[in-house]
């Protein structure tokens, strides 16, 4: 198998675990959010305030599919929305992938989120009353999308370690 994909709403743990994970399993991480920016020498804030969330979710799907095509073995934490735009969901089945969607509840979300919003354009201005809000419709419509993904790990009450060792059950 060659991609490990970690999938889920912002906050859920995807480039936390995604780095232990790899840590554990020898297997190289790259962090979608993160190979967008070094490619774009730009930051997630300045391209969605300079071009809009449009071409962010056009330089999303491309750089996307440039990370599925390569023949390398990797872990990808993809950002919140990868799944939602630009049929990215059909790319988390096929073969040579693996694709674990971490699930998370609202209140976790919002608990990881309402101290650490500023990098997020999507809810950088909210108030901690509307981001609940936000958070709750958002994972809706989300939700969809999100299972498409292989497997579940839920990520509510658990340490960075339990969750990664769950994702080693699914994957031994
Ligand atoms: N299992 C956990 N237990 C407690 N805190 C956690 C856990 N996993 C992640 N966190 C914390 O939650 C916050 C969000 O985690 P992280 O940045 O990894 O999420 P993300 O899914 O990559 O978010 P984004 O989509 O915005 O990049 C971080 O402050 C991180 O330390
Ligand atoms: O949930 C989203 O739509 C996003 C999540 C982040 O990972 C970034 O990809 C960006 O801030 C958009
Ligand atoms: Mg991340």
Redesign the pocket.
Known sequence: MKKIILL??????????AQKLSGIVSIPYVDL?EYIEKNEKMSIKQIFENHGEIHFRKLEHTYFLELLNNPDKNII?L??GTPCYANNHEFLIGEGVTSIY?KASIDTLFN?LVS?KSK?PLIADKSEEEMKEFIAKHLFDRSFYYNHAQYKVS?DD???EE?VNDILNLLA
């Open positions: 889920g709403y912002m906050g859920c743990g995807k480039s936390t675990i959010d934490g950002g919140g971490l990881r650490n997020r990520v658990k340490s960075i969750t």
